[in-house]
Every structure is written in C-alpha cells, then in structure tokens.
C-alpha cells in the first residue's frame, strides 16, 4: 500500500489480518515479512514475525518493527508450505500505541479537473427547469476558453455566453447548466459553480408533533438545522442560545443521518440511484457536524423534573441547551438523558445545539466493479459500536459520512423526583404444563432529590395487578423485586408456525403525594426459551417444544438509517409470511426499538449479535470499556422483548477475551435464561456459505448441515420495473458497471459469473435485461427452495444470507428494496412450511417435513410426473402419519421412458380433502438443461378479478385458470395503481411465480395498504415466463 507521499507514514508496529487457505495435510510453520521502500522498486526488510505450526483460518497477527520506521511504501510478505492461497484483509498501522490513518484525504477539497487537455464539461443540475441571471465560477486553474450552456434533459444543449471570468452575466432558463471547456494547454481545474437565479427548490422541515397528553415532547422536524463543523465559528454557548441566526444552514431531517439531511434539502443525488454514490463527497461528510433547533417546552407542574432523552446518535456527541452544556453521548449505541430541570424554560423559546463527531478511523471508499466488489469492512471497526456495515461490503456501498447524525428519536419528558428505569420481566412454565405461569418483574427505582422519599410502586401485567410500599434514601436508587405473580390459563408468546404471538400489556409507575412520579408501559410476552449444546450442535426450545429456526440475516436496515415503524413491520411481516422464525441482527447493525416491536407482534424470534464482525473484516475495536458501556444499554433497552432469543459476539470468529467476558457478565447480570455463543459460525454452529448459486443437488449433498447453519445465500436478481428505479435506461444491458456497484460482481462470494453461466447453460442466455431478469426468477426459486428443502434432513436450522435488502441490490435478499417479493420469497415460504411435502433429489424420494405442525395422522401423500404438455406420465400416492420435527419418505418417484426432455414433477399432501402443502419442479433428462422450456408458447390465462376494500386495507380475490393445452409457468400477479398503472407495494399474495397445468385452475388473494394505493383504486397486471392474462374483471 502506498501512503500519501508528501506525509510519510511513520509507524512501529502493523497488524496484519488475513485467511489463509491452509493445506491440511501439512504441518510447516509460517513467516510475515514487512518491508518499505521509498520508490517502489528497492526494499528494506524492517520486520518479520513467524511460527513453526500451520496458521489459523482466523490469521491476526502483530509484526513490531523495534524503532519507528517512516516509508512511502509497505509491503507485506506471506510466506507458509501449508498454505494453498492467502486472502489479505485489513493491514492496520500503529505508532506509540496509537492507531495511524493510511487512508484518506479526509480534510475536504473539492474541484474539478477533467481528465484531459481537450473540450471537457462539467455540469450542475438545479433540480427544475428554473430562470437565472448569473453563472458563478471559481477557478483555480483558468481554461484557454469556455463556454456556458443550459438544457432541460442534460441532452441537448444551447449556449448561452462565454465563460472568460469569473461571472458570466446571461439570461437563461433551463434544469441543467453546463461549463463546456475547450482544448486547454493545461487541463483547467474548477472549485464551484453558483448559478443565480429566482425559484429553485427549498427544503421544508415538517412541522414539530405537539406533546402527548402525558407532556413528552418527540423533537422531529419543526427547526433543524445541520451545518459541517467547519464552516460554523460558534462554539456550543452561542448556538445553543435562541436567536442564533442559522439561516445559511441546511434543514436537518431529524432523525436521520448528515447525509440524510444533505439529500433531503436536494444538495445530492440519490445516492442509491445508478452510480450517483461516486459523485457524492466522502472528504465533506468525514467530518463534525453542528445540529440546533429551537422549540417551545410544554408547560409542566412547578416541582417536575424535566429531561432530554436521545435514542441514538452516532458516533459521539456534546449536547448544550439554553447556552448551557449537557454533557456527552459516547457510542453508536448508547442511549443519552439529560436532566434539564434548571436549563429548560417552560411555555418559553429553548434552544438545543448538538455536535456530532465523526468516527476515529473512517476507513476508505470501497468502490465495486462488474468485475470485483472491493474488500468487505474495514478500519471503521476500530470505533465500534458504530455503523460498522456504513464502510461498504459486497452487499452494500460505502455510505458517505458513514451514517453518523442524529439517527433516533430525540425528547423531552417530565417526572417526579422518582424515576421509574430498566423494569424487567422475567417469565417461568411448570413445563410440560403451559396452562399456567409464574411472572417475575423487578425493577430500579431512582431518587433524584438530597432528601428520603417515600410511595407505592403499583403495575399491572395483564390483568392481574400488584402494589408495594417503598421508601427510597436520599439521592439513592433501590432494584425492587415484585412477588411473583402467578397466572392461570396464560396466553403464551409462540413464533410463526407454533402458535399465537400473544402479547401482555405491563404497566408499571411509582405514586407519591397522590400523583404518578415516573411510569413505564410496554408489552412483554409469556414464553421461555431452552438450550442445549450436547454433541457439540446448538438445539433451542421454547415453551417445550422444540424450536427450528429458519429465516435470515439482516446486515443492515436501509443504507442510510431511514426505516421507521412502517417500514419494519412491512419486512417482518413479509418474514412472517415467508414462514420464517428467526431474523439475525448481524453485528448488532440495527438498534431501533421498532425492529424488536415488529417480531414480537409478529412472531419472530431474534439472534441478537454484538459490534464485532468478522476479524479479517475489520479491526477489534480500540475502546473496551465503549464497547461494554454500550453494550449493557443495549441489553437493558432488549431485554423485555419476547423476541430476543439468542445473543452472538461476533461474526464468523470469537470476540476478544476481554469482551467475550464482559459480555457474558453482562448477560448474566442483566439478562440471564438468555443463550449466548460467541462466534456465528463455529463451535455449536457453522457458517461460511456458499454465497453463490449452486446446483441444486449441491444442496442436499454438501450443505445438509448437521449443525444449526448461520449463513448460506445467492444471487437474487430483481424485477424488470426494479430495476427501471435503480439505475438509467442506458445501464440496463449489457450488463456492466452499474450492476456491479448495485453487488452484482462477476467475481467475489456473490459469483455473478457462475449464476450468469447456469443461466445460459440451463436456459439459453437472454439477449435483452427484461428477458434476463425474466429467467432468473427460474434460478431464484430453484435455489432459495433448494437451501431451505435440504436442511429437513437434519432440522437443525438454516438462516441464509441475506432475506433483506439495504439498498437497491442484486444479490442475497428475498425481496427488494422497494418491498417487492421474487421468486425467492414464494420458493421460501414454500420450503419453509410448518408441515412441508418436498422432493429430495438425491434418492428421488418424496418426504413429507414436519418441523412444527403436531402430531399428524392419516396423511396423504401424492407424487406426479407431467410431460410439457402437461400429461401424466406416472402417479402414486401413499398415507402416513407426521409426528412434529420428523421427517418421512412416502414415496419414491420413478421415472417413465416417455418423458420429455424437460418434465414436471407435481406434488400433493392433504389431510382428507383439505390440501396442506403442494410443491412444483421442474426437470430436465440432462440435468440442469430446461432450454426445451423456451418452446413453450404464450399461455392466455383467463383471470377473474373481485376488489373489494375494508379496514384501511384493499384486497384482490383473483381466480385463474388455464383453459389451453401448454402449461404456464412462473405465472406473476402485479397489483398496479389504476389510473398511474406503477407498482402497489408493499403487498401480500398467498401465492405467485407458480404454475399453472392445462385445465387447472388457482384461487389467490392479493392485500394491499389502501394508502399505498395513493387515491386510486387497484388493478391487476398478470404476467410471467409464458403466461398473460386474456381478460381480467
């Protein structure tokens, strides 16, 4: 690597991480070599460190140079017989026990300079066609002429005026204002460009919420403003002050990141369109950034107690009020409260300044190609907690500014004297018995006044209610614990599939004086979880039975933080209906409380990781007692969801000891009958893959894990109208650049390379996106299924990577970015099924999976062979009976002479005449080779359609049949506005991308939001690989 070379990177010490594929067989030792060189060619050696044993996959080693040594240029040698490949991760640069930045520039500079001599331009667009008076430009290198020119489609362009100085004055209106540069002696450089004018768009904060009845005050929208640190003189006393005059700043989107608050004002591009990201600032957004805003209290009662309650900023932050500081928030996820009794002016102007302060060490740009998508992680790890995913991975861009703002909520509330923190409620079965429980609820309560103090903590879980004396010592706090409540006939907390995720309403509050000091409310499930780790494989339990996990990880919310409420119960919904038990926190990346609300109404459970990701990924963090400190808020904020069933401490490697041990400390402490491991893919789980399409034998052979399975994902092209959102016209095909900045790199654990060859090999290559797209949802079902079917082998769950998207992505997700499902999410929730028939593909039988569904009797298990004309070449059907988390073979399928060269097998699992599960496949007699599959015609389908409209929700009963002699295959339903005709989404179906045979006929039902309709009525759009729909009513 090569540092800046008018500052010379002096260090004395380098940690090297790195996985080395290691030989097996052999036993030879290791060396790393550090060399510098000042031009590149001659090299000094100026450190080594190695070992006589073979290196371990997890390789983290510290090479000491002895004296600090100052070079342009590292090298860094890997030297082992028993290693077949080396793959290098982070290098990171020490001097005197200090980390050293190599990256950068993280100072801002910002020009233009075109790459060449000859005619070159630049261009600023103003958002709308607009009239202006006068170009600004700021040289800093002056062209040998220049003109300046205006368009409205960025197309054509008109001149306006030569561009000699500084200001050219000219009438023009237009969208777009070009700086057209001809040949030059030396290539000019440019700093700026203001165009002048009237109009233009202007950000509008939305207007501040009044305060709840009970007086909190949420501070979102009303007067933010963000300004870069840099460009504000005032220190917090002046800014905190109302009337400060901060007209110049930028309108805060609050919550919400720096960047967040740059695009909403319409400063920037969209940074997940096309390859806006490359023109958006990394060096302007490192930085410290100043939010104020200004706000009238609610009135309160004389003696209260008022407080500023912050939710999350990131990475740290000073807080001041009213000219006065309030001290610190330190770490991506730590919650901040303030008492401002004294500061605050009730009924009167307040004014609140915030500075936020960027990470440490930063990291640098990772920049994906078609080819190559860059290295995953990086520095940024150092500073955890923090958004560690914001330094870009191969599923995800490096975010600008690496989401540091004011990420969650903001508020004011008052209290009593008495504070009311960390209630905790603890549930108990007298299992096998489930009919009753015992509840335990403790809490902390807090005396805030030099003086004794004296109540009633009174609460209520459920119906059932409780009370107790209490009497506090001055400016003391007390953990209370309440008797243990004993509930009959109790409503337990069951994951998808299980049961009924019930939920208790708890209230608790502390009375003194005949008022309410201090209150919490929230709602807390009846359920308990088990664990065991015999035979070295980790198996759960809840309520009794045992518990399957299967779902997926999240590695992020959305890129730049903006999912509220909505949005999460729009995906763990999509998740519930997907069958899916489990979601994955990865690396603790995402920490709104509506996450956690979402899967306990929904039923999900939660593996909670910490802020450590894999060790080749990113460096261990430099602060542990941070790390800690944050970690116990976190603890303490989860612990009463009913969701939260396993804690993890770090992807894919174990934590260091320090932290490991704190950890467990904590959870004992705080959170105890709660599970924890420390690494997600070693020990009683594993992990690692594969990440790309395989074959879906593969599957069954290689990844019928024996151990509960972290990680395993592919490729998931989107739609053709997804695509249409995500990037130009001009990117769609061939493929090339832009999809391998949207994750879909030919190279890299996504091998996009290999999906595009099963692709072409299986079904004969595409000549347009749309067609391209069109297929892949062929591969996408195969695969998603294929993962999910293997694992009934040994039921000890699977959790693929990844079943959510952070941004516009092609790769491992189930649905997209704008919500909407592929053909992954439909062959997921298929194979996902409590009670599940399947073909194994391996020894062609068909199994009949029960993971969670009960004891099952007189079952009936039918199997078919169809030609592509849809004939029955070969049936079979057999009863049996399904006891829960089993697995039987009914049925062995055999395979007719007089099969087409591409064959379907259909199969059916009923319960009398109810059917509870049917599965379709596709076959080929040369296996993987469906081309014969592009013969088929254009099926028309006729379609009857029924909307009707209830509840806030619109819902389509569609009914279709296939009334002609070819069958329909990946039949897609498309709700779409009425009169606009764009997609309605989020939506839920009961089924799409299935088929259709010859004569047969499908009942489906379509739910939609009536505000996601927007004011018009639905209309149904039906498509597929070979179907239209020839009428729809």
């Known amino acids: 690597m090569t540092p800046d070379a008018e500052n010379l990177l002096e260090v004395d010490r380098l940690v090297v991480g790195a996985v080395p594929v290691v030989n097996r067989q052999s036993t030879a030792g290791w060396t790393l070599t550090v060399r510098v060189s000042d031009d590149g060619q001659s090299w000094k050696q100026v450190g080594a460190v190695s070992q006589s044993t073979p290196p371990q996959r997890n390789f983290n080693e510290t090479v000491r140079l002895g004296s600090p040594v100052a070079a342009r240029f590292y090298r860094v040698e890997f030297d082992s017989a028993a290693v077949n490949a080396w793959r290098a991760g982070d290098i990171d640069f020490f001097l005197r026990d200090r980390r050293v930045e190599a990256g950068g520039p993280h100072d801002f500079t910002s020009a233009w300079m075109p790459a060449s001599n000859g005619e070159e331009w630049v261009y600023v667009d103003l958002g709308g066609v607009f009239d202006f008076d006068l170009v600004r430009l700021s040289w800093i290198r002056r062209p040998d002429s220049a003109k300046v020119q205006v368009s409205n489609d960025a197309k054509s362009w008109m001149d306006l005026a030569e561009a000699a100085g500084d200001e050219v004055k000219t009438k023009g209106r237009g969208r777009y204002v070009r700086v057209l540069t001809g040949a030059s002696k030396q290539a000019p450089i440019l700093g700026e460009i203001e165009v002048m004018g009237r109009g233009g768009f202007v950000a509008q904060p939305k207007p501040m919420a009044a305060a709840d009845a009970d007086g909190r005050l949420r501070l979102a929208g009303g007067a933010w403003k963000v300004e870069r640190d840099s460009r504000v003189s005032a220190g917090g006393g002046e800014l905190s002050k109302p009337g400060f005059n901060d007209t110049d700043w930028v309108a805060a989107t609050v919550p919400g990141t720096t960047l967040t608050s740059y695009y909403n004002a319409g400063a920037l591009p969209d940074p997940n369109f096309g390859g806006n990201q490359m023109m958006i600032s990394d060096s302007f957004f490192y930085a410290d950034f100043w939010y104020r805003t200004e706000f009238t209290a609610p009135a309160a009662a004389a003696n209260a107690r008022k407080w500023l309650k912050f939710d999350g900023i990131n990475w740290k932050a000073e807080v001041w009020l009213n000219g006065g500081k309030l001290g610190r928030i330190e770490g991506g996820f730590m919650r901040g409260s303030f008492d401002v009794t004294r500061l605050l002016k009730p009924r009167g102007r307040n004014a609140l300044a915030v500075r936020i302060e960027k990470n440490a060490t930063p990291g640098t740009v990772r920049e994906k190609t078609y080819q190559h998508p860059d290295k995953n992680g990086g520095a940024l790890g150092a500073d955890n907690p923090t958004f560690h995913a914001s330094i870009g991975w191969d599923w995800i861009p490096t975010i600008r500014g690496r989401n540091t703002g004011i990420w969650n909520d903001v508020w004011l509330t008052a209290t009593g004297s008495v504070t009311v923190e960390d209630p905790f409620v603890q549930t108990k079965l007298p299992l096998p018995d489930t009919s009753s429980a015992n509840v335990e609820i403790e809490v902390t309560l807090r005396n805030h006044e030099p003086r004794p103090a004296e109540g009633t903590l009174r609460g209520r879980f459920g119906d059932a209610v409780f009370q107790q004396k209490i009497a506090l010592e001055a400016s003391s706090a007390k953990t209370v614990k309440i008797e243990t409540i004993k509930l009959r006939d109790s409503k337990l907390w069951w994951p998808v599939g299980y049961g009924e995720p019930n939920l208790y309403p708890v209230d608790i509050r502390f009375e003194a004086g005949g008022t309410v000091s201090d209150s919490r409310s929230f709602l807390a499930g009846i359920r308990q979880f088990a664990y065991s780790e015999d035979g070295g494989a980790l198996r759960m339990w809840i309520n009794g039975r045992r518990f399957i996990p299967r779902g997926g990880n999240w590695g992020f919310s959305e890129s730049m933080l903006r999912y509220r409420g909505r949005e999460y119960d729009t995906a763990v919904r999509y998740h519930r209906d997907m069958n899916f038990t489990m979601i994955r926190n990865w690396v603790g990346q995402i920490g709104e409380d509506e996450l956690y609300e979402a899967c306990d109404r929904h039923g999900v459970v939660l593996w909670q990781d910490f802020w450590l990701a894999n060790p080749v990924d990113g460096p261990n963090p430099d602060d542990h007692a941070l790390f800690l400190s944050n970690a116990r808020d976190t603890i303490l904020r989860i612990r009463n969801h009913a969701s939260v069933g396993l804690y993890c401490g770090r992807n894919e490697g174990y934590p260091p000891k320090p932290l490991d041990d704190g950890i467990r400390r904590l959870l004992a402490e705080l959170h105890p009958g709660l599970h924890y491991i420390s690494s997600s893919a ?84 595409a000549k347009s996106a749309e067609e391209w797209l069109t297929l892949a949802q062929f591969i996408n079902y195969e695969g998603y299924r294929a993962m999910f079917e293997a694992q009934s082998k040994n039921r000890m769950g699977l959790l693929i990577w990844m079943s959510h998207p952070a941004w516009p992505s092609f790769v491992w997700q189930t649905y997209d970015y704008y919500f909407e499902p592929t053909a992954a999410y439909f062959a997921a929730k298929k194979a996902s099924e409590p009670l599940h028939i399947q073909w194994n593909p391996l020894n062609d039988t068909v199994e009949v999976v029960n993971y969670s569904a009960g004891q099952k009797t007189g079952l009936r298990a039918k199997a078919e062979i169809l030609n592509m004309d849809g004939s029955r070449q070969w049936e079979k059907s057999a009863i049996l009976d399904s006891a829960e988390d089993t697995v039987g073979a009914p049925v062995t399928l055999e395979w007719p002479a007089a099969v087409t060269p591409v064959h379907f097998i259909r199969l059916t699992l009923s319960e009398g005449q109810r059917v509870l599960s049917e599965n379709f496949y596709w076959r080929g007699v040369t296996d993987g080779d469906f081309i014969a599959l592009r013969q088929l015609p254009v099926v028309e389908l006729d379609a009857r359609v029924k909307a009707s409209k209830a509840g806030g929700k619109w819902v389509l009963a569609v009914e279709l049949q296939n009334s002609s002699k070819t069958p329909a295959l990946m039949v897609r339903l498309k709700p779409v506005r009425s009169r606009a005709g764009d997609r309605i989404l989020p939506a839920l179906f009961s089924e799409n991308y299935f088929a259709l045979m010859p004569g047969e006929s499908k009942s489906v039902r379509i739910e939609m939001n009536e505000t996601d309709c927007r004011g018009e009525s639905p209309r149904l759009e039906i498509g597929g690989f070979n179907a239209r729909a020839s009428h729809s009513k």
């Open 682 to 765: 070693d020990d009683v789980v594993s992990g690692h893959g594969p990440y790309r399409a395989m074959p879906v034998k593969h599957y069954f052979e290689q990844r019928a894990t024996p151990k509960f399975h972290s990680e395993m994902g592919m490729p998931n092209p989107v739609t053709f109208e997804s695509l249409r959102q995500m990037m130009p016209e001009d990117a769609f095909w061939p493929q090339g650049a832009v999809w391998g900045l949207h994750d879909f790199c030919l190279n890299g654990a996504q091998g996009g390379a290999s999906f595009i060859e099963r692709l072409d090999k299986s079904y004969g290559g």
